[in-house]
């Protein structure tokens, strides 16, 4: 069975930086697009940013400029760089994967970690 295990969420003060993190494990035969969504109070689930296996990205337009995704592909990790950090960033972030895994026989399917807690103080 996979799990994507997110850390790095916490409080920060407006301005500030956060590095999220999120490792995939289990029988992965391989992992497709990986990516960061949020949610915050009262809201829908949001995607933040999306990285493809070979690279390239994609960013909802509210970050553009201020977060960073990368992933290490020998990790079956994806991480988020956070940088000049908002109040209306505070959100639960929750880690994506498309992996295809032994549980699966092959197929590719979608997999979430629990979510790590992004607060952002004003």
């Known amino acids: 069975q996979v799990q994507l295990v997110e850390s790095g969420g916490g409080l920060v003060q407006a301005g500030g930086s956060l590095r999220l993190s999120c490792a995939a494990s289990?029988?992965?035969?391989?992992?497709?697009?990986m990516g960061w969504y949020r949610q915050a109070p009262g809201k829908q689930r949001e995607e933040v940013a999306i990285?493809?296996?070979?690279?390239?990205?994609n960013y909802a337009d509210s970050v553009k400029g201020r977060f960073t995704i990368s992933r290490d592909n020998a990790k079956n990790t994806v991480y988020l760089q956070m940088n000049s950090l908002k109040a209306e960033d505070t959100a639960v972030y929750y880690c994506?994967?498309?992996?295809?895994?032994?549980?699966?026989?092959?197929?590719?399917?979608?997999?979430w970690g629990n979510g790590t807690l992004v607060t952002v103080s004003s």
């Open positions: 990285i493809s296996s070979a690279g390239s990205t």
């Open positions: 289990g029988s992965i035969f391989s992992t497709n697009a």
């Open positions: 994506y994967a498309d992996i295809a895994d032994a549980a699966s026989h092959g197929y590719v399917m979608a997999y």
